[in-house]
């Protein structure tokens, strides 16, 4: 008696499971599906640092103007050449500017945001800006800032600062931008 239960309870769960539908869909759509899913585990992988729920920009509503306009003469964007991400010697003062503000102030913490231009596959270019970030960091931490002050995201070419199709414009949006962190609250 107990054998033909536990046989209809495994029954039961089999049919329950094979009891679902199948759905199928034109070839075309399967693999857009699968190019999407690509990209958003790709971005998944490239975007890990993300920045903490508990921290908030500063230089909101709390933040002094003099300490924006601190931040806006330290904190200027790092430009890349076309399809590169290693940091060029002129913007070597920007970085040791920002590591003497770090040092000075050891309560802040800082996000290095990758950017491109739009050339390229969302893939390519989410992967692209995450190198020019943690370049970026890589350099900050040689100049000794602790790495665990400083997170990485890669935002490809999703938030250009200009949108013309020129090469002046394109130099524009392959960056590295920095948002200034501090934990909520203080």
């Known amino acids: 008696m107990k054998r033909v239960a536990i046989i209809v309870v495994l029954l039961a ?46 230089g909101s509503k709390e933040g002094s103007s003099e300490m924006m306009k ?48 739009d050339r390229g596959t969302n893939e390519y270019n989410l992967a692209l800006g995450d190198r020019r970030a943690k370049a970026v960091r890589d350099a900050l931490v040689a100049l000794g800032v602790p790495p665990s002050r400083i997170d990485t995201i890669s935002y490809g070419e999703e938030k250009p600062v200009c949108k013309e199709q020129t090469e002046e414009c394109w130099a524009r949006n392959r960056r590295a931008h920095f948002v200034v962190l501090t934990k909520a609250g203080k």
């Open 13 to 58: 769960f089999v049919a329950a499971g094979c009891s679902q539908k199948a759905v199928t869909r034109p070839e075309g759509q399967q693999e857009q599906k699968k190019e999407t899913t690509g990209t958003r585990n790709e971005a998944n992988k490239i975007t890990e640092n993300k920045i903490p729920s508990d921290v908030e920009s500063v």
């Open 70 to 117: 601190e931040q806006e003469d330290v904190f200027k964007d790092i430009h890349f050449d076309f399809d590169k991400y290693d940091v060029k010697e002129t913007f070597r003062p920007v970085l040791k500017s920002i590591a003497t503000w770090m040092t000075k102030n050891t309560d802040a913490r800082l996000s290095v945001e990758g950017h491109c231009d």
